[in-house]
């Protein structure tokens, strides 16, 4: 990761200005978005209030019941507590963000003479405007390449110090706003006005200033809304069943129960949960226009990936040489590289290296051949060289097999419909059938054989596949290739599926026909084609290096362009939603131990049998807690120190593992579940040990 | 506890589980409308009653269309009832000459009775005449079932369904379910009772002279015919104030069997009609294994307590178990038994008295109705009532694999949660609130026969029973005030329409979705982790909503007997 801030959890640099933040958030118009520590505010401030009246009218248990009243605050506090220090972390990368968005002056463009341009602030540019940006310039605001190619350093938004070419046309035309051009001149059309540029976004995104809850986390905050008016009507009928039973509940007993029975746990961590799953996938360098593509993200259920460069290497490399009979291979090896000598695309580089790695064939000087190099054309669809009247050609087979017929060099070439020419045709066929693409070879009219390239298929990829399938995922490779070659590669790859001779509309039904399925899919691009299937896809991840409107078509943004990645997006989303879930089923199991700390102390005195100081219920005191005040103060303290304690886990988040869902849901049970059970019994007990120990009840 | 005893457990067990599938296959294709062998005789009445009606079998409804029906047919019903009663001197049909029934007794019985509760503050042959309780009782045993059956169906298009609006038609629903389902069964059944020796007679009660040559009135009536619904359609409205553990309603082992077999029977094949109606038997099967799962559990406990009895009657040299208010003709097994079956389906018929069970004995019958009755449950209202609690299940555990929670394909969302936990909470609301209220009203404390944690408990089974639309009485309450006729009437009407509602909202919603095909990354719903995780959901939910409740009332009342100290 080239954002490699790598910022540890609990960096004292983002834990003292939160403790700050933690007080502030006491603010009840931020508290009542989270309507569960909310609910605990409330009921603080009424025991606070209570306890002054007492201490004004006398009477009561000051000390037990001023430190209830502290660590119910407490509990509030640390709630505030985890979303502060969430929000500290984007905090941190905002501000260097910032720091690019700087003022910058941009050279407005008046007419089509570049030299004529006036000086203006960078904020007053408006869409559709033309500025010209030269070597030196900060590019004022998000526009598209007009005209010109330059050299962008754009390290401001993806830490990357390496240049990129920007340039007019194509798939490279975006700038970002805050990039510095290096070199040369572009004229930019600016697509953003300020205030709405990728920079601004970006630095709302992390900040979480424009976090809207998701639609799972809304589902979430129902549940937990629900359990806490189950819990209203479970204690705030105790008071009428104590008083039948010939007894009396303190309010501040009242609402150390409810508070620690509501799941405050979940509740307080919930929006620091959602912050860092944003934050995780930033720290990743994707850049999630919102919340729900995250969530929508762990949804996934096919893939589409681009065979080139997400699949397979970028370029085809020749892997052997075939000769035709008659022809050894190393006779065509030659021939070959002295055909690729001169051509400087990875195809012809890869025939020298192999010629080289395979057959010794050390590269040669051009000029001491006194050889000139053809290069490749449309037309002729073959590149070689000319060495004194003799000819080296290589290219698509049809076209050399023309090219053959033709010739009237030598009395050895090769007639057409020979027994080499049925041969070589055969070996070219063989190739293209294992996904490979034939190059074949003749030097001076005579067929020599074929250069096998092959699409390379990235190391590991298979790996990847079969942990995606292994998470439900169906993978689709998209590629521009015949249906054989595509068959062959895909199988190769692993991938569950292909489309060959994709064009964009093939892509855009094949989403729309696996939505209508009730499918989730995502993908990446970066090309204007791609807009409508990347607008389309539930999780359309757009290339940073991409077009403006693949840009903005997409619900991410990879600032690495790197397509791979989606498989790591698609697992920090199913991070997120089992982060959740494991917490919410760990504050609720707690909820077990809670009640048998504080039960038994609650009903200690009911019904006691005559010559008995203690009630029956007593025998519900498992824990042996030394009294029912330190029993009721030992579960709040760790109801409240609970969720200080799962400040990491949540902003970590709950690793996701392909084992399949079943392996999974009866681990995190058994983690979450049983550990939320047996936890806290031993927690309070702890607590109740030190309490009274130290004396405090 | 004996082995001839958990025998008798486990056969009654065996029969309810081979009754599942052909009962299941013969309600899926009711339900469908496919033919079966009783369409050459029904077919016509049915078309014929829809021509009335003027509705057909091929008008489909609108969630809210299908639960405005309802409502309106359970208004409907609520008047005929009370009128019926109010008006029940001057209609025929009344040999024993009951006059007019009081209003606020009136209205508790026809909310009773709609509601598929059959709470009862009054003594049938005390109280009734032939008349109410035939065209009034008998009629709402019937309909207040079918419309339970009509409401669970729905729910279950609601997940078998995709991209559609409608969720059935419910007077298409009601009519097949008491058409083919319950008029057959129970003329089949009430002849096996009157072989059995039940009466069925609308003559008058029977003077009869007894050996000491005392004159004694035997009640009797068209009996046999109203235990066969009121079981079936898990009613629980006895004809007789003894309920079935009356001998005229009850009169032998087998009868009991046949019984305690009928009031499960609907309940558990709905299951299987849910696994064939969305395409997978097994789904049906696992809900099934959690019912079961809860419901050993449940009766392993009251048995066990039942038959260990009281330390403090063995300490005065009385062995045995707690054979209190159980009739010798059944036995500690089968009326422990009969108590966790009546509570776990939403029957509330009694074959013996729960209040003179131990502490531990009365608790289970309890927990069981404060689950929300969905151990099998209510002919259909147990169906929709676990389904809740599988949103709730399935929500959470959907979060823990990482997706977007999924219960058979159907995405459950933020929609389906609010609906899920309205109808969960809306029990202890009813349950809880109205008791915590009755135990300081002096006027109400006033019912109860016992003191100290065991009076506690009458009053929170009363509220419990009638939230749970279950109608089974603890004893030793008496209900007949106006406080309790009133607040009890709208504690089963909280019970009965606010969780119908929810329920046909979460059906609305989940017809429209589509349905996501499975995968290795949803978590299968049909096998034992699954049973596990939903025993777990529904045990923990309710028992942290009960526990202060419990606590006070039978936990403390069975560790005080262990103390010597009893109420």
Known sequence: MSHSKSASIMDASILLPAIGGAFKKLNPRTLIRNPVMFVVAVVSALTTVLFVRDLITGGGDFSFTLQIIIWLWFTVLFANFAEAVAEGRGKAQADSLRKARTETQAKLLTGEDRTKYKLVPGTSLKVGDAVLVEAGDIIPSDGEVIEGVASVNEAAITGESAPVIRESGGDRSAVTGGTQVLSDWIRVRITAASGHTFLDRMISLVEGAERQKTPNEIALNILLVGMTLIFVLATATIPSFASYSGGYISVTVLVALFVTLIPTTIGALLSAIGIAGMDRLVRFNVLAMSGRAVEAAGDVDTLLLDKTGTITLGNRQATEFRPVKGVTEQELADAAQLASLADETPEGRSIVVLAKEKYAIRARDMATLHATFVPFTAQTRMSGVDIDGSSVRKGAVDSVLAHVSQSTVAAHATRPGSDTVRDLQAIADEIAKSGGTPLAVERDGRLLGVVHLKDIVKGGIRERFAELRKMGIRTVMITGDNPMTAAAIAAEAGVDDFLAQATPEDKLKLIRDEQAKGKLVAMCGDGTNDAPALAQADVGVAMNTGTVAAREAGNMVDLDSDPTKLIEIVEIGKALLMTRGSLTTFSIANDVAKYFAIIPAMFAVFYVAPGQTTGPLQALNIMHLATPQSAILSAIIFNALIIIALIPLSLKGVKYRAIGAGALLSRNLLVYGLGGIIVPFVGIKAIDMIVTALGLA | ?567
Request: with cysteine; charged share 10%.
């Open chain 2, 1 to 567: 506890m004996t082995l001839n005893g958990w025998l008798q457990i486990l056969v009654y067990c065996g029969i309810v589980v081979l009754l599942v599938k052909p009962l299941g296959g013969y309600m899926y294709r009711v339900f469908n409308g496919d033919r079966t062998f009783l369409s050459p005789v029904l077919g016509p009445i049915e078309r014929g009653l829809y021509r009335i009606a003027g509705t057909s079998e091929r008008e489909e409804q609108h969630w809210t269309a299908y639960a405005a029906g309802i409502m309106l047919f359970s208004v409907a019903s609520f008047l005929v009832l009370y009128v019926l009663q109010r008006l029940q001197g001057v209609l025929p049909y009344n040999p024993a000459g009951m006059t007019a029934v009081e209003p606020n007794l009136a209205f508790n019985t026809a909310v009773s009775f709609v509601s598929n509760t059959n709470w009862q503050n009054y003594g049938g042959e005390s109280t009734m005449s032939y008349l109410v309780q035939m065209a009034g009782l008998t009629v709402q045993n019937f309909l207040s079932a079918a419309v339970g059956i009509a409401i669970a169906v729905a729910l279950i298009r609601g997940f078998a369904r995709a991209s559609a609006k409608s969720i059935g038609n419910f007077w298409v629903d009601m009519t097949r379910c008491t058409l083919y389902v319950l008029l057959p069964l129970c003329i089949v059944l009430t002849l096996v009772y009157v072989y059995l020796g039940m009466p069925q007679t609308l003559g008058p009660y029977v003077n009869a002279t007894t050996l000491e040559g005392a004159q004694q009135t035997i009640a009797v009536g068209p009996v046999a015919s109203q235990v066969a619904i009121k079981m079936l359609g898990t009613n629980g409205g006895g004809f007789f104030n003894a309920n079935a553990a009356h001998p005229f309603e009850n009169p032998d082992a087998i009868s009991n069997l046949i019984q305690m077999v009928t009031i499960f029977a609907l309940g558990a094949a709905l299951t299987n009609v849910f696994g064939r109606m969305v395409g997978n038997q097994r789904q049906g099967w696992a809900i099934l294994a959690t019912m079961g799962t809860l419901f050993i559990a449940g009766v392993a406990v009251c048995y066990w307590a039942e038959a260990g009895g009281n330390p403090l009657v063995h300490a005065l040299g009385i062995d045995g178990g707690n054979m209190e208010g159980k009739e010798t003709r059944f036995g500690i097994a089968m009326s422990a038994l009969f108590a966790v079956v009546t509570t776990a389906a939403s029957c509330g018929a009694v074959n013996a008295m729960h209040d003179s069970f131990t502490a531990l004995g009365g608790f289970i019958p309890m927990i069981n109705m404060q689950l929300g009755e969905v151990i099998v449950g209510g002919v259909g209202a147990g169906f929709y009532g676990i389904l809740m609690f599988i949103v709730v299940a399935v929500f959470v555990a959907g979060l823990m694999v990482g997706r977007t929670p999924e219960y058979l394909g159907k995405k459950i969302e933020a929609k389906e949660v609010k609906m899920a936990m309205l109808a969960i909470l809306c029990l202890p609301l009813a349950m809880l609130v109205f008791t915590a209220i009755a135990v300081v009203l002096p006027s109400a404390v006033a019912s109860i026969a016992n003191g100290g944690p065991h009076g506690f408990s009458e009053i929170l089974y009363a509220y419990t029973s009638a939230a749970a639309n279950n109608g089974s009485a603890f004893g030793g309450l008496s209900g007949n005030t106006p406080w309790y006729n009133i607040t009890l009437g709208i504690t089963m009407l909280m019970g009965r329409f606010l969780v119908i509602i929810p329920a046909l909202a979460i059906a609305g919603s989940l017809v429209a979705k589509k349905t996501v095909p499975a995968s290795a990354g949803t978590f299968p719903t049909d096998g034992p982790l699954f049973v596990g995780l939903l025993v777990g959901v529904i045990l923990i939910v309710v028992g942290l909503t009960f526990f202060p409740a419990l606590a006070i009332g039978p936990i403390v009342e069975h560790l005080a007997m262990i103390h010597g100290q009893t109420f």
